[in-house]
């Protein structure tokens, strides 16, 4: 793996040169550069404000109801430190990508909901999954906003830089958590991987278990998120048609968690040996979408 260009961390630290090699040996040298990790509380940031009122989404008001379960995220992610360094990427993203800073904490939210079910709460350290979710896209605040807000399909070059930003966070992290980098970087590094081997950037079918469970949320709050390439967002039943029919059949992400957004996405919330999903989509892709379209080339 190599960049197109040189990497820098939030404190203006050059990480890696532009046509380096990625490999243990760099990683492990960025690891061990980090020196003294100064870290801060969530609950006394304006990250811990911003995540109380992602509560509020109205996209997810049926799956964010519930005060108890919402009470004990809220509580875990106060008792959450980030390194400075991690804090600052987010800051610095609300200010440039705000919508994907909203994308980080919705997802972050999603994915701690799901992990107080019983059929996963034995799966998943609740405070790691935080921290995961919080980490999961750090690397989009080094693709240029040309790309990230182009209103058409990407060209391969541009999808191709997309691509590389669970690499760059991935090496960030390196970075920001020194030595404890490996109990959180997979989330980032591995979310757009899927258990058919068809995602990227290493094509592994053998995911770790906090990236599935992030690949789910993200994707779908992709979908029904609006975005610069599309005129309208998918409704929440059609980003769940979207899991659920295409990316569960076709064994891209896991089943149980896409079956448990399904589920929660109903006001009775029905058990998933009870639950029942449509075999045919509810609702159509909207018009002029051109999320994870090429554009042809000329």
Do not use: C, W
Request: no cysteine.
């Amino acid at each position: 793996m190599k960049l197109n260009k040189n990497l820098k961390s939030i404190d203006n630290k050059l990480l890696a040169k532009a046509g380096e090699e990625i490999n243990k040996s760099l990683l492990d040298k960025i690891a061990r550069s980090a020196g003294h990790i100064r870290y801060v509380k969530i609950k006394d940031t304006i990250l811990s404000a911003d995540i109380k009122r992602t509560f509020k989404d109205e996209r997810y008001n049926i799956i964010f109801a519930g005060d108890i379960v919402n009470k004990k995220i809220l509580s875990i992610m106060e008792q959450i430190s980030l390194p400075k360094t991690i804090l600052a990427e987010l800051m610095h993203m609300k200010k440039l990508q705000p919508y994907t800073y909203h994308h980080i904490l919705v997802v972050t939210l999603l994915a701690m909901k799901l992990v107080f079910d019983k059929n996963l709460k034995n799966d998943y350290n609740p405070k790691k999954v935080a921290q995961s979710g919080l980490i999961h896209d750090i690397g989009k605040s080094r693709i240029p906003l040309k790309v990230l807000n182009k209103p058409t399909p990407l060209t391969r070059e541009e999808y191709e830089i997309i691509k590389m930003h669970p690499i760059i966070g991935y090496i960030l992290l390196h970075y920001y958590l020194g030595r404890d980098h490996h109990k959180y970087d997979y989330a980032s590094f591995e979310h757009h991987e899927r258990l058919d081997g068809s995602g990227y950037p290493r094509n592994l079918k053998r995911i770790d278990r906090y990236a599935q469970l992030i690949a789910a949320v993200d994707m779908l709050d992709a979908l029904i998120s609006s975005r610069p390439y599309r005129k309208s967002p998918f409704t929440l039943r059609a980003g769940l048609d979207v899991l659920a029919l295409d990316e569960v059949k076709q064994k891209k992400l896991n089943k149980k968690i896409v079956y448990l957004l399904v589920s929660y996405s109903r006001k009775d919330r029905p058990e998933l040996n009870r639950l029942k999903v449509s075999t045919e989509k509810r609702d159509k892709e909207p018009e002029g979408n051109a999320y994870g379209k090429i554009a042809p080339e000329k």
